[in-house]
């Protein structure tokens, strides 16, 4: 009964947060409506989401999360400096297959979103088999090295989280 | 509040902006300068990252030197840049590998596998 009311539970948790983040006050009224929110959302989008997410370390997110933000801020500065200073023609831009270990469709689409959100590279397509991600990356003058760093940072720690 | 921590704010707020606008001009004019389309779309995920992101902390932090409270909804904003983002430039990239103007020579997928956009367009199910 819980189970059919609630399907996806971290779906209605993050509802309820965001919710409150929103209106910006606490109030019973607020709270409410964030309940009715979180029950109607995921039972009206489940068709598309059929499968429970299964997250086994919910805390080691957070210190993804931690990790990604600092990628970011420090992505951005090695990205402004191709931008800025180096020739136009000297701009090593190449395609990177990179292999896929994880299985889980949330964590990919995670693993995804980290790969485009770190300025420099992009997530471009996937193999029609799901196994493995086309990634763009501006400057690359060893693409494996890329290949590699997003594997053990990014994947592995997924994985752990995830599988 | 004490004037050294209210300086102090009032610090982070103005490098915030300063910043946030340096990262958002860079990547405007890497879509100038890039040559490329490919390369162009690296600019956007720029933009967005920290270019709005240190802008929106400075205005989330904007009113605690008036003694104010934080704001919670810029957050918010950041949090649905992140999630849409990505999405929109893998549609872009998609596109443009579909339409054949992407950088050339796309590397096998090692799967025995096409890659999605290239491969055989299947019905809707």
Redesign the interface.
Known sequence: MLKRLFPHPYLSLTLVV?WF??V?QWKLGSLVMAIILATILPLVTSAWWPNRARVHHPLRLFGYTMLVFWD??VA?FQ??YV??FIP?DK?Q?R???V?LDLKSPEAISLL??TI??T??T????????G??L?I?S?HAPDPDSVRDQIKSRYEARLKRIFE | MTPVLQTAIELVIAAGLVGGGF?AL??S??LI????P??R???P??AT??GVGAALLASSIGDLPQGGTI???E??ITLFL??T??IS??FL??TL?LRGE??P???????????????QERPDP
């Open positions: 965001l983040m929103l910006n970011i801020i951005n990205v402004a931008i800025l136009r701009v831009s395609w990177i297959t292999p995804a979103g485009t959100m300025p420099g992009l997530t471009s397509d996937m193999s029609a088999c196994r493995a086309l763009h501006l | 990262f860079v990547g004019w890497g300068r890039l040559p490329r490919m390369q779309l690296h600019a995920t720029k990252t920290i704001s919670i909804q957050w918010l992140l999630l983002a990505p430039a893998l990239a998609k590998i992407a950088d020579d796309i590397p096998d997928s090692g799967t025995g596998q096409p890659w999605a956009t290239l491969g």
